[in-house]
């Protein structure tokens, strides 16, 4: 499979993996109490405005009032698009700027704030690798 068309599948899968969680709140928005184990929570007001709200991104639920298939569903959606993101993104990337991915290791880039970078960089590192890991687990 080419580069391009792998960015494109992708991409679609990216876009694909966003249908659970739309469409759980178009029925939310609709009236339908599916996968909500409290149905009078759906008809509420406030819920609706938030419903409406959050149509395009997500937001802790209120009184962890979901069953565990929403979060399945929302949530294995949300990974999937960030994955299929993420390859696009290194996808287009690697066709866009091919020199920044052929050059050896060996012979880096040379800049003035290259080791400047470099401690950034390493502290960076020291910070995201105990925060992931805290997340993670």
């Known amino acids: 499979m080419s580069r391009t068309r792998a960015r494109a599948v992708a991409a679609i899968v990216a876009v694909a993996a966003t249908l659970p969680y739309l469409v759980l709140k178009l029925l939310w928005l609709a009236g339908s109490s599916v996968g909500v184990t409290d149905p009078d929570l759906t008809g509420d007001a406030t819920m609706m405005g938030l419903n409406a709200m959050t149509f395009g991104m997500e937001v802790v639920p209120w009184r962890q009032s979901h069953r565990a298939v929403v979060y399945l569903l929302v949530y294995g959606g949300f990974m999937t698009q960030g994955v299929s993101l993420m390859i696009a993104f290194a996808l287009y990337a690697r066709e866009r700027w ?22 950034v960089a390493r502290g960076c590192l020291l910070v995201a690798v105990p925060v992931g890991g805290v997340r993670l687990a």
């Open 98 to 119: 091919p020199d920044v991915f052929t050059t050896a290791t060996a012979s880096p880039f040379t800049s003035p704030p290259r080791s400047l970078q470099t401690v």
